[in-house]
C-alpha cells in the first residue's frame, strides 16, 4: 500500500525517468544533445553561453545537477563549461518538458513546450529579463531547426486570485499563450505530460498537497463547468495552424464534458498504472488521449468521427508505415497492431505516408473534414457549457480577441479568397491549371489541376470555386498553387486565353504570394481598414480588343483612356478588386457597367478614410492593348482619390472632376466617404445625397457640454456586416450607442450599470444566446469606449492595454 509522500514522489520520479528515456530515443543524435542542454542553459548565465543578455539576469534551478550527456553535449556545441558556486536562493523551482514530447504523439518536427517556473519572489523585472532570454534561447535552438518554446509560469499561477493573476505576463492572450482561455484544463494537460528536466518534483498524483520539496500546482479535478467553452475556442484557435492536433484536444474535451462532474482525467488513468507498476507504452500520455476518444466516439455511436481522429493520431506521430525504411523506434509496433485493428486498406496508409505530398485538393479535403468536425465538437462544448455562466477568470476581451480571429477563418463571406492550410505539404505548385466556367444560373468558376482534355476531367474535382475567374487566380497566387511555370487553361477557350491567364497569374504573384503580413490583437480589436489594394483591368471585358486604335498615338495625344476619340470609348470595361484588410483577410471584389470606376471608388473610400498607416495601391492590367497606359491611367487616378479621401474633413467637402464616356461627373469626398453624380443631371444630386445616411442620435450632455462629436467618431468606426457598441461611463449609468451589421445608429441609457458589467452581460448574451445557430457564430460585437480628450471625442477598444496591443496575433 502506497500512502507515503515520499513514496508517491519515488512512483512520480521512476515515471519521469521512462519517459527522459523515451525522449531520447525519440530524438535524433543533434536533438537529444540540444534536448540536454534546455536545463544547463536556464541553470548557467553566462556571457560564453548562449541566451546571455547582462549580469542583471537571475539564474539557477533548484536542486540542478550535472549530468554526463550535458557534458557531452557542450563539447558537440563547442561550448565552455562554467563553473560557478550554487545559488543560495535560485530563481527558478523547476524546468519541465510538457505537451507530446516523449510520447506517443512525438513528430520528428514536434516543437518541445518548456515551462520554466520561477520563484515568486521574483521582481517584475527579473521577470522580464528571464523572458527576454527565453526568447534569445529560443532563437539559439530554432538556428538547428529545433523548436523550443519557453513560458514563464508562476508557482500559484493556478491558485491565485484572479485579480492577482490579471497583470501576469501569463495570462496575456498571444499566439503562444493561451491567456485566460484555458485554465485547469490546461495544468491537467501539463500534469499528465510533464517531464522533469531540473529542480522540484511536481506534486500531480491524486490527494496531493503543497511542500516546501514540491511543486503543487493545485488539484485538477477542481475543473468549472464553463471552462470547456473557453478552451474550445482556444483550440479552435490552434487548430487554424495545426488541425488534426486541435480535433484530437477539442474531442477530449468532449469526452471530458460527458462524465461531467465526476470525469474520469487522464492523469487519473497515468497514475492509477504507474500505482500498479505499469510503465510500459500503455502507460503513455498520448496513447490513452487518443483511448479516452475511441470510447467516448464508440459510445456515442460516431464512427465518421472516430475514422478521422485515427487518421489525425496517425500523422501526429509521423511513422511511416509503408516505408520500409522506417526506423522501428519503440512506437512502431504499437502503431502497426493498432491500423490491423483499424481494418485500413494499404492505399490509406500509403497515402497517408505520402501527406508531405499532397496537392491542393487533397490538403482541401482534409482540411474541410477537420474544420467541420471541429464545429461540432465547439457547437457540442457550447451546449454544454451554456447553463453555466462565463468563467469569472475568462477575460471579455480574451473572448471577442479569438472569436474575431476565428471570424476572419470561418466566414462563410463568398468575396473573402480563403488562405489554404498546407498542413505537411512541401509544394503546392502545379504543372496545368483549368479554369472551367458554368453556364447555370449562378455561373460559377471552377479550377481543376490539369489540362483542359475532356477525358482527364472523369472523376476529378474542382480544387476551388469561387464568383470569378479572377478570385480563382489570386486563391492559386495566394496559396502556392501557382508559380511563374504554371500553365493557365479556360475549357473551351482558345490557347491565347490560357497565355492572358497565365501572364496575368505571373504579375500577380510578386504582390500576393510570399509574404507574410503581420495581424496585432489591437488590429483585431478596431474595424479594418485596407493594408493593400490590387486592381485587376479587363480580365472579363475588354473593350481593347475591339479598338482598332494604336497606344502611341494615345500617348503623343494624351489622350484619356476613359473616354477616348470622337465616338468618346472607355477603353476600362471590367474591373477586380483585390485587397487585404488589417484582420488578414483577402477579398475579391467585381464591378462591372459604365459605372464600375465610380463604384469601386465609393465602395473603398470608408475604409481607407479608416486607416492611418499608408495603404499599397497597385494596378495590373489584362487587356490585350494599351496595358501601360491603362494601369498608369487608372493608377493616377486611384492615388489621387486616396489623397482626397484622406483629406476631406467636416468642415469641407472635396470635388473630383472626372470624364466618362460621354459624361463628366462629379466626385465629391466627405467624411463620410464619396458620393458621384452626373453634374449635367441634378436629380441624381438628391438621390446621392440620400445614400445610407447614419441616423442622427439625440444630442445629450457630457460633462456639462452638448456633445456633437460623439456620431462624428461613431461614423468614423462604422463597418458594414459587424455590430459595434460605443459606451461612455457617467456616475450612475452608461451611455450606450449601437452600430448595427446596416450601420444604422441607435443610442440607450442604461442604469444603475458599469461599462465591465454591461460588457460581460452583452457577451454572453452572444456566446449562449442561441446555441443551435452556427451562422456567424464568431461575429461577436466589438465594444469601444468613448473618452473626452482635450474637448475631442475618441473611440478606444474596451479592455486591450496598449501595452500588449501591438504584439501578433
Not at 249 to 276: F, H, M, N, Q
Not at 405 to 414: A, G, I, P, R, V
Amino acid at each position: 500500500m502506497i500512502n507515503t509522500t515520499q513514496q508517491k514522489a519515488e512512483i512520480a520520479e521512476r515515471l519521469n525517468q521512462v519517459r527522459l528515456a523515451r525522449a531520447h530515443a525519440l530524438f535524433t543524435p543533434l536533438q537529444k544533445h540540444l534536448f540536454t542542454l534546455i536545463p544547463y542553459l536556464v541553470h548557467h548565465h553566462h556571457q560564453s553561453l548562449p541566451g546571455y543578455n547582462g549580469e542583471a539576469t537571475p539564474c539557477g534551478v533548484t536542486n540542478f545537477e550535472l549530468t554526463a550527456g550535458q557534458i557531452q553535449a557542450l563539447d558537440v556545441f563547442k561550448l565552455e563549461p562554467v563553473r560557478v558556486e550554487a545559488q543560495e536562493e535560485p530563481a527558478l523551482e523547476g524546468v519541465y518538458a510538457m505537451g507530446s514530447t516523449a510520447s506517443f504523439g512525438q513528430h520528428p518536427k514536434s516543437d518541445v513546450d518548456v515551462w520554466l517556473v520561477y520563484n515568486c519572489e521574483l521582481a517584475s523585472k527579473a521577470v522580464e529579463r528571464l523572458q527576454q532570454k527565453s526568447r534569445m534561447l529560443t532563437n539559439w535552438f530554432a538556428g538547428f531547426d529545433f523548436e523550443v518554446n519557453f513560458y514563464l509560469v508562476h508557482p500559484t499561477q493556478f491558485s491565485r486570485d484572479y485579480q492577482e493573476r490579471i497583470q501576469n505576463e501569463w495570462e496575456v492572450l498571444g499566439h503562444e499563450h493561451c491567456g485566460t482561455a484555458q485554465h485547469w484544463l490546461l495544468l491537467e494537460e501539463f500534469y499528465r505530460s510533464h517531464i522533469r528536466l531540473a529542480g522540484k518534483i511536481v506534486a500531480w498524483w491524486p490527494g496531493a498537497q503543497a511542500a516546501a520539496e514540491y511543486l503543487f500546482f493545485g488539484d485538477v479535478h477542481r475543473l468549472p463547468a464553463n471552462e470547456y467553452f473557453g478552451a474550445s475556442l482556444w483550440q479552435l484557435y490552434k487548430g487554424l495552424e495545426k488541425p488534426h492536433k486541435a480535433l484530437l484536444k477539442v474531442l477530449l474535451l468532449e469526452a471530458y464534458a460527458e462524465g461531467y462532474p465526476a470525469s474520469r482525467l487522464i492523469t487519473d488513468a497515468i497514475w492509477d498504472k504507474a500505482l500498479a507498476g505499469d510503465f510500459a507504452i500503455d502507460n503513455d500520455p498520448y496513447l490513452l488521449l487518443y483511448q479516452f476518444i475511441e470510447q467516448y466516439l464508440e459510445r456515442v455511436g460516431d464512427s465518421r468521427r472516430l475514422e478521422i481522429a485515427r487518421r489525425c493520431l496517425y500523422l501526429k506521430c509521423g511513422i511511416r508505415l509503408s516505408d520500409q525504411q522506417q526506423p522501428q523506434d519503440w512506437r512502431y509496433q504499437q502503431l502497426r497492431k493498432m491500423v490491423l485493428d483499424w481494418e485500413w486498406p494499404y492505399s490509406l496508409v500509403a497515402t497517408l505516408d505520402n501527406c508531405h505530398n499532397w496537392h491542393s485538393g487533397e490538403l482541401q479535403w482534409f482540411n474541410a473534414q477537420l474544420n467541420e468536425l471541429m464545429l461540432v465538437s465547439y457547437q457540442t462544448l457550447l451546449r454544454f457549457a451554456s447553463s453555466n455562466s462565463l468563467s469569472e477568470h475568462f477575460k471579455i476581451e480574451d473572448l471577442g480577441l479569438l472569436t474575431r480571429k476565428l471570424h476572419t477563418y470561418f466566414s462563410d463571406n463568398e468575396q473573402q479568397i480563403l488562405r489554404l492550410n498546407p498542413l505537411w505539404s512541401q509544394s503546392l505548385a502545379e504543372k496545368h491549371l483549368t479554369v472551367v466556367r458554368s453556364t447555370q444560373v449562378q455561373k460559377k468558376s471552377y479550377l481543376y489541376r490539369l489540362p483542359p482534355e475532356p477525358r482527364q476531367f472523369l472523376g476529378e474535382v474542382a480544387i476551388y470555386k469561387a464568383a470569378n475567374t479572377a478570385s480563382l487566380i489570386a486563391w492559386a497566387c495566394l496559396n502556392g498553387v501557382c508559380d511563374s511555370h504554371t500553365r493557365w487553361h479556360e475549357y473551351g477557350r482558345s490557347n491565347a486565353r490560357g497565355r492572358r491567364l497565365r501572364r496575368l497569374a505571373r504579375r500577380l504573384l510578386p504582390h500576393i504570394a510570399n509574404r507574410h503580413w503581420r495581424v496585432s490583437k489591437m488590429d483585431l480589436c478596431q474595424p479594418w481598414h485596407y493594408r493593400k489594394l490590387l486592381l485587376l483591368l479587363n480580365l472579363d471585358y475588354d473593350p481593347t480588343a475591339e479598338w482598332s486604335g494604336q497606344g502611341i498615338m494615345l500617348d503623343l495625344l494624351g489622350s484619356n483612356l476613359l473616354s477616348v476619340g470622337q465616338q468618346q470609348l472607355c477603353l476600362l470595361g471590367s474591373i477586380h478588386l483585390i485587397s487585404l484588410n488589417s484582420w488578414g483577410e483577402w477579398h475579391c471584389h467585381n464591378f462591372q457597367g459604365e459605372q464600375a470606376l465610380l463604384q469601386l471608388i465609393s465602395y473603398i473610400a470608408p475604409a481607407l478614410k479608416r486607416g492611418n498607416n499608408k495603404v499599397e495601391l497597385d494596378v495590373v492590367s489584362a487587356s490585350k492593348k494599351v496595358q501601360p497606359q491603362l494601369e498608369h491611367c487608372v493608377c493616377r487616378l486611384l492615388k489621387q482619390t486616396y489623397r482626397l479621401i484622406r483629406d476631406a474633413q467636416a468642415t469641407r467637402t472635396l470635388v473630383q472632376p472626372l470624364q466618362l464616356r460621354n459624361k463628366r461627373y462629379g466626385l465629391f469626398f466627405d467624411t463620410k466617404g464619396m458620393s458621384y453624380r452626373d453634374l449635367s443631371d441634378v436629380k441624381s444630386l438628391y438621390e446621392q445625397m440620400a445614400r445610407g445616411a447614419l441616423q442622427q442620435p439625440p444630442d445629450k450632455m457630457i460633462n456639462g457640454k452638448t456633445s456633437l462629436h460623439a456620431p462624428q467618431v461613431i461614423r468614423d468606426f462604422a463597418v458594414k456586416g459587424m455590430l459595434q457598441y460605443f459606451l461612455q461611463q457617467s456616475d450612475e449609468a452608461v451611455d450606450v450607442y449601437v452600430l448595427d451589421e446596416r450601420n444604422q445608429l441607435s443610442h440607450y441609457v442604461q442604469a444603475n450599470a458599469n461599462v465591465s458589467e454591461l460588457v460581460a452581460q452583452l457577451t454572453r448574451h452572444y456566446a449562449f444566446g442561441d446555441t443551435q445557430n452556427m451562422r456567424d457564430r464568431f461575429n461577436f460585437p466589438q465594444f469601444f469606449m468613448l473618452v473626452l480628450e482635450e474637448h475631442k471625442m475618441t473611440a478606444v477598444p474596451f479592455g486591450v492595454a496598449s501595452g500588449s496591443g501591438q504584439s501578433e496575433f
